[in-house]
């Protein structure tokens, strides 16, 4: 594979992946995969990043939750390197709702075991080039 063949991501661990210890985890499935840490950064999300960052969902009923969860403790923000990585990562993280996410994915193996919201599902990856382009400018405007 050459360099300028390999796609990037933006993941972001969330607070609760960060408040349960399950950072490294995270990074250990997304390095055994075999994809490339291209930048990693813990940092508390401001309204104004979490509302560029989400504004495909602003109207919908789990916006408000979504931001307000997104600052209720430190995320640890990823650019992710590899083959197809975009569509490979979500497949890693599972879908949407841990509770139906497959057993193998990040939120089918560790996710929402209490009945804790949606929006607590550990970890976010960007859906399309689109959006991996627009999220690591904005989480990582020097990349
Ligand atoms: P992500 O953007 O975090 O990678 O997750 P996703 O594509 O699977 O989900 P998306 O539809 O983009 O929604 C963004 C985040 O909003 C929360 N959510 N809650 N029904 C609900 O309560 C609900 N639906 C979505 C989740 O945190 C989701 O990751
Ligand atoms: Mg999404």
Do not use: C
Request: hydrophobic share 45%.
């Amino acid at each position: 594979m050459s360099e300028a063949a390999a796609q990037r991501t933006l993941v972001l661990v969330k607070p609760d992946g960060v408040g349960r210890g399950l950072t490294g985890e995270v990074l250990r499935r997304i390095e055994a995969k075999g994809y490339r840490l291209v930048a990693l950064d813990m940092r508390e999300a401001t309204t104004e990043l979490l509302e560029q960052h989400y504004a495909e969902h602003l109207g919908k009923p789990f916006y408000g939750p979504l931001v307000e969860f997104m600052m209720s403790g430190p995320v640890v923000a990823l650019v992710v390197e590899g083959h197809e990585v975009i569509a490979g990562f979500r497949s890693l993280a599972g879908t949407t709702d841990p509770t139906s996410a497959a057993p193998g994915t990040i939120r089918g193996d560790l996710g929402r075991a209490w009945g804790t919201a949606v929006v607590q599902n550990l970890v976010h990856g960007s859906d399309s080039p689109e959006s991996a382009a627009r999220e690591i400018g904005l989480w990582f405007p020097a990349l």
